[in-house]
């Protein structure tokens, strides 16, 4: 799977927690993580069942996330912008 939310040809980690964060824990060339960014989110939108994907939309060499809400029939995008 492509998770290289930095573009830096190494893969990232996506970790979800239970209190409505997202982690992303970034891969260095040793092969292994040291430092993160979050993405929180206002309400309590990760308890709702979705699916994701992981792609580069906007072809930056970043991974950028799709989250798929099939009851709701929404979609949610959060594009990368780790340096
Ligand atoms: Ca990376
Ligand atoms: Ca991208």
């Given at each position: 799977?492509?998770?290289d939310?930095?573009?830096?040809d190494?893969?990232?980690?996506?970790?979800?927690?239970?209190?409505?964060?997202?982690?992303?824990?970034?891969?260095?060339?040793?092969?292994y993580?040291?430092?993160?960014?979050?993405?929180?989110?206002?309400?309590?939108?990760?308890?709702?069942h979705?699916?994701?994907?992981?792609?580069?939309?906007?072809?930056?060499?970043?991974?950028?996330?799709?989250?798929i809400?099939?009851?709701?029939r929404?979609?949610?995008?959060?594009?990368s912008?780790i340096?």
């Amino acid at each position: 799977m492509n998770s290289d939310f930095n573009g830096d040809d190494i893969n990232d980690l996506i970790v979800m927690s239970d209190d409505d964060e997202l982690t992303i824990i970034l891969g260095d060339e040793k092969d292994y993580f040291d430092y993160d960014h979050s993405i929180e989110f206002e309400s309590d939108i990760l308890k709702k069942h979705f699916r994701t994907k992981f792609e580069d939309l906007n072809s930056d060499k970043k991974t950028d996330l799709i989250m798929i809400f099939p009851e709701d029939r929404q979609i949610m995008l959060l594009e990368s912008d780790i340096e």
